[in-house]
């Protein structure tokens, strides 16, 4: 878990008042099948609190751009795509298996920086009660 994915994942633990189970993962949500292994890659989800039903995904620019540092357009994946097409076929079909499975699935997007120096934590607490509220998820005060 980077920087950025475990600091927006405290938050929401916090205004949850419960820790959520962090890159858990499930035999629904399945990468391409590998033709060397004959093996296909449970997808890992950001987190998730069961009893919710809540999966939090957290989206840094690379979920949203191009960015040639993760992406390595170079090399062909199991899918037979780069890393960044790769990752956005991924992200789109674990995600939507876990709708499909019942769970609330909440998209929480990254703006700005890998950087943590320039966060307000106050603000983004705010920010993500917010998101919380809207989508009708009770924070652990309720």
Known sequence: ???????????????????????????????????KT??????????VWETRRLIVEVDESQHRQSEPF???VETL???????????????????AAARREGYLVLEIP?????????????????LYRQILRETGVTDGSA
């Open 110 to 126: 990254w703006k700005g920086s890998r950087s943590l120096r320039r966060r307000d934590r106050e603000t983004d607490l705010q």
């Open 1 to 35: 878990m980077g920087a950025v994915e475990e600091y927006v994942v405290s938050l929401l633990a916090e205004i949850l008042g419960e820790q959520p189970e962090r890159g858990k993962s499930y035999p629904w949500a399945r990468g391409d099948t590998s033709q």
């Open 38 to 47: 004959g093996h296909a890659r449970q997808l890992p989800f950001d987190a």
């Open 70 to 72: 993760f992406d390595h």
């Open 77 to 95: 994946t199991v899918s037979g795509v780069h890393r960044g097409e790769q990752r956005r076929i991924y992200d789109q079909r674990k995600r």
